[in-house]
């Protein structure tokens, strides 16, 4: 167990839909990342935030959103679902800025349908 | 543009058969390479950091090795419980994106 955790662990949607995933760090980490991994695409940074700050950010599409909280934890949201998001969604988390070790969560199934 | 490479794609390995797997990148500025272990249906465990060509880690029965434009993950006398995806990733230094690979299936057999 990493201590990361997210939910829901599956999420099953239709097309054109929206949907909030959640993601809560370990205790005392600063920083969350979102990744996408689909079985064509590999493992996909999408953002990372530092102490709720935007840090870093990668192919994250416009549909696609994120934020962190005052208490740390962080939601990924997803709108206008299609077909192609249907993926792994994790969430990991790590104690600095980014040159540290992530750990990641179990990740969210989404299903759009 | 950002790329990292990872060869080969898939490996199988006799219970004790030594082999090493490959990780080429290309980023304009290097902060890290990170390798990463994955279960299936499971997050990524995190296995090593290296920053500077010429750095070593070793863990176990695994060694990680650095270039300037590749790195190594050695795995000496493999066991099954070895078997996993082994995932590879930079950090770029003026983006600050992070660029995995699609990653190498290893399989040991007893």
């Known amino acids: 167990d990493s201590g990361v955790t997210q939910t829901p662990k599956h999420l099953i949607t239709a097309t054109g839909q929206r949907v909030t995933l959640r993601c809560s760090p370990r205790s005392g980490d600063l920083s969350v990342y979102w990744y996408q991994q689909s079985l064509d695409q590999g493992l996909q940074f999408l953002i990372q935030?530092?102490?709720?700050?935007?840090?870093a950010k990668g192919n994250i599409l416009e549909r696609f959103s994120a934020q962190q909280f005052p208490d740390l934890h962080s939601e990924l949201n997803l709108s206008s679902l299609e077909l192609g998001d249907s993926a792994l969604y994790f969430c990991?988390?790590?104690?600095?800025?980014?040159?540290?070790?992530?750990?990641f969560g179990p990740g969210t199934r989404l299903t759009v349908l | 543009e950002d790329q990292v490479t990872q060869s080969p794609e898939a490996l199988r390995l006799q219970e004790g058969e030594s082999s090493s797997l490959n990780c080429s990148y290309t980023?304009?500025?290097?902060?890290?390479l990170f390798w990463y272990r994955q279960d299936p249906g499971k997050g990524p465990e995190f296995l090593f950091t290296?920053?500077?060509a010429g750095e070593e880690k070793e863990k176990e029965r695994l060694k990680a090795t650095l270039t300037k434009k590749e790195s190594f993950l050695h795995i000496t006398a493999p066991k099954p419980e070895d078997s996993a995806t082994y995932l590879c990733?930079?950090?770029?230094?003026?983006?600050?994106?992070?660029?995995f690979g699609t990653g190498t299936r290893l399989k040991v057999l007893a």
């Open positions: 990991a988390s790590s104690s600095g800025t980014g040159y540290n070790e992530q750990f």
């Open positions: 290296l920053y500077s």
């Open positions: 980023v304009s500025g290097l902060r890290g």
């Open positions: 990733a930079v950090r770029d230094s003026g983006t600050y994106k992070y660029i």
């Open positions: 935030y530092y102490n709720g700050e935007e840090r």
